[in-house]
C-alpha cells in the first residue's frame, strides 16, 4: 500500500474518534509540554543567576569567615575576619587592584517619622570601585572620613525613595540608632543580587559603624563581616586566590582546617549552577513520567482500536493487504496520536516559556535541544508503544478476522 495513501486513512480513523484521539494525547501534551518549560525555565535561572553575580562587580573574590563545615555546625557566624587581615591583603598580595571590608548590620534608619529597616554597611573608600556601584548624585565616602570616623552615609536608591520620596536626600540628615548621619551621597540603581534589593542599603565609614554602633566584638581588631577584592584580571583571580589563602593563613596562625573561605564569582556560580541543574533535571524526570503515562495511553487506545476493528482487518486482507501493509497502518496512527500531541505540548511548553520570561525576572528562552529531545522522545514513544498493537493486528488470521462478530 502507498505510504501517502496510509497516512491519510490513519488520519481519517483518528478524526473519526476525536474525543478519544485527543484524551490519548493528553498524557503526550502534558510530558512534551513540561519538558520544554522545565528546561527553558532552568536555563534562564542560570542566565539570571549569573547576570545577578556580574553585578556584584567584575573579578571579585569574597573572603568570609569560617569554612563550610564550621557553617554547617553551628548557626553563629565566626568572627575570625579583622580589618587588619584586609589591610595585609591590599599590602601583600600583588595580583589584587583593590579590597573593601565590609561590616553589615540590620538596623532601623529614621527620617522625620518615616522608618525604615534596612542594611547598614559599614565600608572604607574602595567598596564603590571593587563592587561596581556608582554614585548618581553627591560623592563617596572618603578615606579620611573613613579614618576620623566621621557621621556621613551613602545611600541607596530604594531606601532614598522609601524616606525621602521625590525630594533631594543630599545634605539630610538620618538616625541610625540614636546616631545622626549627614547624606553625602545618593547611589544609582543597582538592582536586586538573588532576592536581596542592593539599592535598599545605607553605607556609612567602617571606622564609624564599628566604633560608634556595633561596638569591639573581635577579639582580634575591627571585626568584618566579609572582606571583597577585586583582582588585577580575569587570569589572576587563581593566583590571587592562592596568595590570599597563604597569608591569611600565615596571619592566623593556622595548622589545621582553615578559619576562613575565599570564593570567587565563578565558584558561587557554578554551585548555583549546579543546584539548579539537579532541580531541572529532577523536573524533567518528573515530566518524562507523563510521557511515559502517555505512551501507555496510546498503547492502550490502539490495542482497543485492534479490537474494534478486527473485521475491518480481516476484509482488507482477504482483498490483498499484506502483514506488513496492517502492521504500517497501525503504526502510522500511533506516531500521528504522539507526534500531534508533541508537537501541541512544545507549543504549549514555548508559550509558558515566554510568558516566564515576559512576567518575571528570569531570563528564560525556548531551548532548541529540548525541542529536539521532545520531538524525538515523542517520536520514539509513538513506535515503541504502537509496535505491540500494530503487531497484534497484523498477525490476525483473516478468516477468524472476518468470522468474528
Same mark, same amino acid.
Given at each position: 500500500?502507498?505510504?501517502?495513501?496510509?497516512?491519510? *486513512?490513519?488520519?481519517?480513523?483518528?478524526?473519526?474518534?476525536?474525543?478519544?484521539?485527543?484524551?490519548?494525547?493528553?498524557?503526550?501534551?502534558?510530558?512534551?509540554?513540561?519538558?520544554? &518549560?522545565?528546561?527553558?525555565?532552568?536555563?534562564?535561572?542560570?542566565?539570571?543567576?549569573?547576570?545577578?553575580f556580574k553585578s556584584l562587580g567584575p573579578n571579585v573574590l569574597f573572603i568570609v569567615p569560617g569554612n563550610d563545615n564550621a557553617r554547617n555546625?553551628?548557626?553563629?557566624?565566626?568572627? =575570625?575576619?579583622?580589618?587588619?587581615?584586609?589591610?595585609?591583603?591590599?599590602?601583600?598580595?600583588?595580583?589584587?587592584?583593590?579590597?573593601?571590608?565590609?561590616?553589615?548590620?540590620?538596623?532601623?534608619?529614621?527620617?522625620? %517619622?518615616?522608618?525604615?529597616?534596612?542594611?547598614?554597611?559599614?565600608? =572604607?573608600?574602595?567598596?564603590?570601585?571593587?563592587?561596581? @556601584?556608582?554614585?548618581?548624585?553627591?560623592?563617596?565616602?572618603?578615606?579620611?572620613?573613613?579614618? !576620623?570616623?566621621?557621621?556621613?552615609?551613602?545611600?541607596?536608591?530604594?531606601? &532614598?525613595?522609601?524616606? #525621602?520620596?521625590?525630594?533631594?536626600?543630599?545634605?539630610?540628615?538620618?538616625?541610625?540608632?540614636?546616631?545622626?548621619?549627614?547624606?553625602?551621597?545618593?547611589? &544609582?540603581?543597582?538592582?536586586? #543580587?538573588?532576592?536581596?534589593?542592593?539599592?535598599?542599603?545605607?553605607?556609612?565609614?567602617? /571606622?564609624? +559603624?564599628?566604633?560608634?554602633?556595633?561596638?569591639?566584638?573581635?577579639? @582580634?581588631?575591627?571585626?568584618?563581616?566579609?572582606?571583597?577584592?577585586?583582582?588585577?584580571?580575569?587570569?589572576?583571580?587563581?593566583?590571587?586566590?592562592?596568595?590570599?589563602? %597563604?597569608? +591569611? !593563613?600565615?596571619?592566623?596562625?593556622?595548622?589545621?582546617?582553615?578559619?576562613? =573561605?575565599?570564593?570567587?564569582?565563578?565558584?558561587?556560580?557554578?554551585?548555583?549552577?549546579?543546584?539548579?541543574?539537579?532541580?531541572?533535571?529532577?523536573?524533567?524526570?518528573?515530566?518524562?513520567?507523563? +510521557?511515559?503515562?502517555?505512551?501507555?495511553?496510546?498503547?492502550?487506545?490502539?490495542?482497543?482500536?485492534?479490537?474494534?476493528?478486527?473485521?475491518?482487518?480481516?476484509?482488507?486482507?482477504?482483498?490483498? &493487504?499484506?502483514?506488513?501493509?496492517? +502492521?504500517?497502518?497501525?503504526?502510522?496512527? /500511533?506516531?500521528?496520536?504522539?507526534?500531534?500531541?508533541?508537537?501541541?505540548?512544545?507549543?504549549?511548553?514555548?508559550?509558558?516559556?515566554? *510568558?516566564?520570561?515576559?512576567? =518575571?525576572?528570569?531570563? /528564560?528562552?525556548?531551548?532548541?535541544?529540548?525541542?529536539?529531545?521532545?520531538?524525538?522522545?515523542?517520536?520514539?514513544?509513538?513506535?515503541?508503544?504502537?509496535?505491540?498493537?500494530?503487531?497484534?493486528?497484523?498477525?490476525?488470521?483473516?478468516?477468524?478476522?472476518?468470522?468474528?462478530?
Amino acid at each position: 500500500m502507498d505510504l501517502v495513501e496510509s497516512v491519510k *486513512m490513519a488520519t481519517a480513523t483518528l478524526t473519526g474518534n476525536r474525543l478519544r484521539s485527543a484524551l490519548t494525547m493528553l498524557g503526550m501534551i502534558i510530558g512534551n509540554a513540561s519538558v520544554v &518549560a522545565m528546561i527553558g525555565i532552568g536555563e534562564g535561572a542560570q542566565r539570571f543567576a549569573a547576570d545577578q553575580f556580574k553585578s556584584l562587580g567584575p573579578n571579585v573574590l569574597f573572603i568570609v569567615p569560617g569554612n563550610d563545615n564550621a557553617r554547617n555546625r553551628t548557626l553563629n557566624i565566626p568572627k =575570625t575576619l579583622v580589618l587588619g587581615d584586609a589591610k595585609a591583603i591590599a599590602e601583600q598580595v600583588p595580583s589584587i587592584n583593590d579590597v573593601a571590608p565590609q561590616l553589615q548590620n540590620q538596623a532601623p534608619v529614621v527620617y522625620g %517619622n518615616k522608618r525604615k529597616s534596612t542594611l547598614v554597611i559599614g565600608t =572604607t573608600e574602595r567598596f564603590a570601585i571593587v563592587r561596581d @556601584y556608582n554614585v548618581a548624585r553627591g560623592r563617596f565616602i572618603t578615606q579620611q572620613e573613613v579614618q !576620623r570616623g566621621t557621621p556621613v552615609a551613602v545611600i541607596g536608591s530604594k531606601l &532614598a525613595e522609601t524616606l #525621602f520620596g521625590t525630594k533631594n536626600p543630599l545634605g539630610e540628615r538620618v538616625r541610625v540608632r540614636g546616631l545622626s548621619f549627614k547624606i553625602i551621597g545618593l547611589l &544609582a540603581s543597582k538592582g536586586s #543580587f538573588l532576592g536581596n534589593n542592593q539599592d535598599d542599603v545605607l553605607l556609612v565609614p567602617l /571606622s564609624t +559603624l564599628s566604633s560608634r554602633l556595633t561596638g569591639r566584638t573581635s577579639p @582580634y581588631g575591627v571585626e568584618v563581616t566579609f572582606i571583597s577584592v577585586s583582582a588585577k584580571d580575569k587570569s589572576q583571580m587563581a593566583a590571587a586566590k592562592t596568595q590570599i589563602t %597563604n597569608l +591569611l !593563613r600565615l596571619r592566623h596562625k593556622i595548622v589545621t582546617e582553615d578559619d576562613f =573561605t575565599v570564593r570567587s564569582q565563578d565558584e558561587a556560580l557554578s554551585i548555583i549552577g549546579a543546584v539548579t541543574g539537579a532541580l531541572t533535571i529532577m523536573l524533567v524526570a518528573i515530566a518524562g513520567i507523563s +510521557l511515559l503515562v502517555g505512551g501507555i495511553g496510546i498503547m492502550n487506545i490502539m490495542l482497543v482500536s485492534v479490537t474494534e476493528r478486527t473485521q475491518e482487518i480481516g476484509l482488507r486482507k482477504a482483498i490483498g &493487504a499484506t502483514q506488513s501493509d496492517i +502492521l504500517i497502518q497501525f503504526l502510522i496512527e /500511533s506516531i500521528i496520536l504522539s507526534a500531534a500531541g508533541g508537537i501541541i505540548g512544545i507549543m504549549i511548553g514555548a508559550g509558558t516559556v515566554v *510568558m516566564v520570561g515576559v512576567l =518575571t525576572p528570569l531570563k /528564560s528562552s525556548v531551548s532548541m535541544p529540548a525541542i529536539a529531545l521532545a520531538v524525538s522522545v515523542s517520536g520514539g514513544i509513538g513506535v515503541f508503544f504502537g509496535v505491540v498493537p500494530a503487531q497484534r493486528a497484523a498477525r490476525l488470521d483473516p478468516i477468524v478476522a472476518l468470522r468474528s462478530n
